[in-house]
Structures are given as structure tokens and as C-alpha cells.
């Protein structure tokens, strides 16, 4: 038996965990595997962890500006250290000019407010499949 | 979904005796899902095996196990001691989704490069952990860690199958002689090696460690006297009186080998039995799949052209597994001839 996995944390000093449970649990109901990490994350301990937890897929919660810093350095992070595991980016704050700048960094999938969870679930289900054999 | 293997058996291999974390996370993954190369992978590295310590942390939903269990990561590592961490979460039984979140209370190890943590989700098993446990504590093992602390899921009654993986198996109660206490007396009381009533900064701490304490009065001269212990994990209290009855259970473990070599012995039977039970029932399961007769047998069932049980016992009986049931039916029929 096997199952998707994906570490779902919120970066920096943004304290709003309501997103990322929400999405934790989503993706749970949808069969796969949430390493859930909470707040306070910084690239460094979401990569670290992400190996540890030989993670597909990333998910970051963001509700606030920080991951305008934050996720560039935490693609570099994974570049550096070799790691193709896709990221996720979600959350209210995050613009359309913003998305397609994170896009262009590298992030691979982006979900500004309005989303539709099941196009989350879907994005995270085909990046994983991205990942793997069968 | 088991990830692509980018790296071959050797190099994972290699990699986790040579301490790499990458080649061991891949490695307990291919373990948890169950894939062939894992086997292969687990039966190079049993040779290596057999030097860590093993803790398991077992008791009741929110009693403080992961809270726990970050303390004795940090007093480990004050004694110079490298540590993995396996912790086991429920599996939801609709989805088969989990979300594993008891690592977030040992988030301050995070990066610490002795520390390795690795969340498991139960997959339908009950017992506390998974059967993946026991080859995942083998990688660690292999990869060098000193100490390795397995926190089961927290469900207070059955989990008796961490103490045949743990060399010292620690209960963890809160205070209050309510359900929780009271239902522990099923079958987690023999499992406990070492009883901790956590949250002690709460009353009734005293009445929780008395009742224990009482409970074990009676063991006989030369057996383990199980230590009942208050700890306020939350507030780092109580934790090095752990650790030394830790070290003490190690020294009565060693002067009592041979009475533990039963104990060893039928723990070593069930792992083998159940080795053998998947390796039959995944070499059965391949041949049935391999079977090209199946797709016509049922439609001449449904033609009524075949009754269900003779294709059963017609396929069962090319499978060359037939031959017992024929004996079964025959003896069977024995007994139901009238006399
Ligand atoms: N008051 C008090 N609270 C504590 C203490 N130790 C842990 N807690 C709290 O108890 C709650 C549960 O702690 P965990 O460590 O997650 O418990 P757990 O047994 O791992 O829980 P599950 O894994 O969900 O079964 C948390 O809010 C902790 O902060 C303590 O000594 N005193
Ligand atoms: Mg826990």
C-alpha cells in the first residue's frame, strides 16, 4: 500500500494556521498523507523536514507578505540541495501579478483567494504522479 | 505511489550505513509501501543492526507523548547522543489519509543533523503502529542512530505490539483515575516497562501514581518492579528521573537475559510467521492474478453453463492448492455419512 505525501506548513511569523489545516485536511480526505508542520517554518526546516519525511509534494499557507521573501529562498534552498519536489503556494494575500511571479521563480503551482479546493487537490495529485513510477 | 527509484539498492544501501538521511527517508519508504527492492535492501542491512536503543512511547490520545518524546530527544543529545524519532499517526479509515502532526512538538530539533524524525501514518493497522516499524527502526539502526523513540498512536488500550520492537516500552498516563487509567488495566499495564503520570503540574497527580504504584506492589523478588514517575513534559520537569530508570531497566534487561530469551524468542516466531504468511500469500496472489481462465469461467457461470463452487475448486486445484481442500472435503464426508 502506498500514498501521495505532502508536508503543509506556514512559513516565517504569519500565525494564521486556519488555511493550512484546512487544506491539511482536504487533502487527507482525498487519501493522501499530510505531514503537517504548523507555523513558524523557514526554508531551511521545510526543506529539511521534506527530506526527512520523503515528501512528493510541498504546500505552503501563506496570509501574509513573508513569502515574498520566503519562497524564492526556499526554491533556491531546494535547487541547491538537489531536490525536485514541487511546491505549492496558497493563500488570500497572494495577487495576480504575485502568482505570476512566483510561477516565473519557480513555484509550480500558485492559488490566490478564490480558489477552488478541488483544483488544489487536483494540482497536488498530478505533481506527485509527476514524481513517480509505478 | 511509490517514488521513482532514482538511486539504486546499492546506493541506498550504502548510503543509509554510511549515515546518509536522503538514502534512509527513500529507504523507509520503500518499507512503508511495501515495495520488492525494500526486502532486498532490509536483508543487506540486517548484519549492521542491533546496536541502538530503542524506546517506545505508548498511551492514550493527547496524554503527552510527542511533548514527551521531544524531551527525551533533548536529553539524549546532552549526552552526546544521536536520535531518530518515529512517529506514528492514524490513518483515517474512510480516505486512508492521514495528517501527522506530532513533529511539531519536536520542531526546535528540526535542524539539528543528529536528529532524524520520520512521521508514519497507521495504513489500517491497529496495535499503535505500523508494520513498517519495525523495518524503519532497522534503518536508523543501520544508519547509526544511538537512540531511536517510536511514539505509537494514541489509543490507550491494545498497543502491546510496541513492546515486542522496544527495549524499554514507557506507558504514558495523565492524572485522574478516570477512563483512561481504568482502561489501561486491559493489556497496556504488562506492556509498560516504566508508567509516566505526565502533566503533574494538574491535582490528582499523587492519586494517579499511588493508584499505579499499587497495582505493581506485589511483583515478585528478581522481576522488574515497573517505576511509576510524575513528569510535567510541557515544563521539561521530571525528565532526567526517566532517564535514569531508562539506564536502569538496561542494566536489569542485561542481568536478566536468559529469562528475556523466551521473550525473544517468541518475538522472533511471530515476525517470522508473519514474513512467511506475505511472502506465501503475495506468491499465491501472483499466480491467481496470472490465471487466464478467470474472465471465461465467469461467464459460463452466468450463462449457467458452471456452478461458482466447482470453478473454484477446478482454478484452486491448477493453482496446485487443491489438493488440501479435496482432503478436507473427503475427511468431511467421513464424518457425515450416517453410521
Ligand atoms: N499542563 C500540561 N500540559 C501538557 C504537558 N505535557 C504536554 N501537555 C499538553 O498536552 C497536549 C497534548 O500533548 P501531545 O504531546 O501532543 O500529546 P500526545 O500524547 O502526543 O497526543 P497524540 O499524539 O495526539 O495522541 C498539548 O497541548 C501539550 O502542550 C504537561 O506536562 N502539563
Ligand atoms: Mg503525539
Known amino acids: ?134 | 505511489m511509490t517514488p521513482r527509484i532514482d538511486a539504486s539498492i546499492d546506493a541506498l544501501v550504502a548510503g543509509t550505513l554510511a549515515g546518509d538521511l536522503r538514502s534512509a527517508s527513500r529507504l523507509i519508504r520503500l518499507i512503508d509501501d511495501g515495495a520488492p527492492a525494500a526486502w532486498q535492501a532490509q536483508k543487506r542491512l540486517f548484519s549492521h543492526i542491533g546496536k541502538a536503543l530503542v524506546i517506545g512511547i505508548t498511551g492514550p490520545p493527547g496524554a503527552g507523548k510527542s511533548t514527551l518524546t521531544d524531551c527525551l530527544i533533548a536529553r539524549a543529545r546532552r549526552d552526546g547522543k544521536s536520535v531518530g524519532v518515529l512517529a506514528v499517526d492514524p490513518s483515517s479509515p474512510i480516505s486512508g489519509g492521514a495528517i501527522l502532526g506530532d513533529r511539531i512538538r519536536m520542531n526546535r530539533f528540526a535542524l539539528d543533523d543528529a536528529v532524524f524524525i520520520r512521521s508514519l501514518a497507521s495504513r489500517g493497522h491497529f496495535g499503535g503502529i505500523t508494520p513498517a516499524t519495525r523495518g524503519a527502526i532497522r534503518v536508523m539502526d543501520a544508519m547509526g542512530k544511538d537512540v531511536i523513540l517510536v511514539e505509537t498512536v494514541g489509543v490507550g488500550q491494545d498497543e502491546v505490539d510496541i513492546a515486542r520492537l522496544a527495549h524499554t516500552t514507557i506507558v504514558v498516563a495523565v492524572p485522574g483515575l478516570g477512563d483512561d487509567v481504568q482502561a489501561m488495566k486491559a493489556g497496556i499495564l504488562e506492556v509498560g516497562d516504566l508508567f509516566v503520570v505526565n502533566k503533574a503540574d494538574r491535582p490528582d497527580a499523587d492519586e494517579t501514581v499511588g493508584y499505579l504504584q499499587n497495582v505493581f506492589r506485589r511483583t515478585p523478588a528478581g522481576e522488574w518492579r515497573r517505576p511509576v514517575l510524575k513528569a510535567q513534559a510541557l515544563h521539561h520537569k521530571g525528565i532526567d528521573e526517566i532517564w535514569q530508570a531508562i539506564a536502569e531497566h538496561a542494566v536489569y534487561r542485561h542481568s536478566a537475559a536468559p529469562a528475556l530469551k523466551a521473550r525473544q524468542r517468541a518475538n522472533c516466531e511471530i515476525e517470522l510467521r508473519s514474513f512467511l504468511r506475505q511472502g506465501l500469500q503475495q506468491a499465491l496472489l501472483r499466480k491467481l492474478d496470472a490465471e487466464p481462465g478467470i474472465l471465461e469461467a465467469v461467464a459460463d457461470i452466468v450463462a449457467g453453463k458452471s456452478d461458482i463452487y466447482a470453478v473454484t475448486d477446478e482454478i484452486l486445484g491448477k493453482l496446485r492448492f487443491g489438493e488440501e481442500r479435496e482432503e478436507e472435503a473427503r475427511a468431511e464426508n467421513v464424518v457425515l455419512r450416517p453410521g
Request: hydrophobic share 45%.
Open chain 1, 1 to 134: 500500500m502506498s500514498a501521495i505525501r505532502v508536508l503543509v506548513g506556514v512559513l516565517g511569523m504569519d500565525q494564521h494556521e486556519v488555511g493550512a489545516v484546512a487544506i491539511a485536511k482536504t487533502l487527507r480526505d482525498e487519501g493522501m498523507e499530510v505531514i503537517y508542520t504548523g507555523c513558524f517554518n523557514t526554508p531551511e526546516t521545510i526543506v529539511r523536514t521534506a527530506i526527512e519525511e520523503d515528501a512528493d509534494v510541498i504546500g505552503i499557507s501563506s496570509h501574509s507578505w513573508e513569502y515574498l521573501y520566503y519562497m524564492p529562498e526556499l526554491i533556491e534552498l531546494l535547487k541547491h540541495n538537489a531536490l525536485d519536489i514541487p511546491v505549492v503556494l496558497g493563500g488570500s494575500v497572494i495577487t495576480e501579478e504575485d502568482a505570476a511571479s512566483m510561477r516565473a521563480k519557480g513555484v509550480a503551482a500558485v492559488f490566490g483567494s478564490g480558489s477552488v479546493m478541488a483544483n488544489v487537490v487536483a494540482s497536488v495529485k498530478s505533481l506527485a504522479a509527476r514524481d513517480t513510477a509505478h
